[in-house]
T-cell receptor
């Protein structure tokens, strides 16, 4: 069964550094999402992406964050200058579109900012 | 605003039924979901219910939706140790990017 994949599974970075989290959504899906889960807290929506543009973003998704679909398979989340509070598990999700509403999640990337 | 609440912990004996409850505030929610998260793992979709349904059964899982009270529950029959995990309910909102709002998660512990 097709799955959403994410790399790396873990990333440790220094405060102020840039990180790029990578996702490969399910191949025929059209809508893509990033969520994050700070340890012990709720899963929070960051951004949704469709047709090569952001369709919705949360207050968390400020100018430090950007998303890109650089080719036909990858979907990336870039954090320009990481802060300690960006430490979290970042989940990518995708859904087919049309009447198919269900979002399928990847295994997550655990980001630790030191 | 949008809010989804769940109780934090539930402990059951193996073989018993588990009932995990969720309340939400957005009356325009179209779909409601249950996801399972095992330790260190991602979010696994368990089941979902469309907002015009009252009940959905899927093998050991039964979802009940009370739209008037904005209350969702997940019943797991014959709970097994492998069901120990955190269970999140989530609601899908109309419009925009159709984002999901997640509950706090309920940690289910299954004891022998």
């Amino acid at each position: 069964e097709p799955e959403v994949t994410q790399t790396p599974s873990h990333q440790v970075t220094q405060m102020g550094q840039e990180v790029i989290l990578r996702c490969v959504p399910i191949s025929n899906h059209l809508y893509f999402y990033w969520y994050r889960q700070i340890l012990g807290q709720k899963v929070e929506f960051l951004v949704s992406f469709y047709n090569n543009e952001i369709s919705e973003k949360s207050e968390i998704f400020d100018d430090q964050f950007s998303v890109e679909r650089p080719d036909g398979s990858n979907f990336t989340l870039k954090i320009r200058s990481t802060k300690l509070e960006d430490s979290a598990m970042y989940f990518c999700a995708s859904r087919p579109g049309g009447t198919q509403e269900t979002q399928y999640f990847g295994p997550g990337t655990r980001l630790l900012v030191l | 605003g949008e809010d989804v609440e769940q109780s934090l912990f539930l402990s059951v004996r193996e073989g018993d039924s588990s009932v995990i409850n969720c309340t939400y505030t957005d009356s325009s929610s179209t779909y409601l979901y249950w996801y399972k998260q095992e330790p260190g793992a991602g979010l696994q979709l368990l089941t979902y219910i469309f907002s015009n349904m009252d009940m959905k059964q899927d093998q050991r899982l039964t979802v009940l939706l009370n739209k008037k009270d904005k209350h969702l529950s997940l019943r797991i029959a014959d709970t097994q140790t492998g069901d120990s995990a955190i269970y999140f309910c989530a609601e899908k909102h109309r419009g925009g990017g159709n984002k999901l709002t997640f509950g706090t998660g309920t940690q289910l512990k299954v004891e022998l």
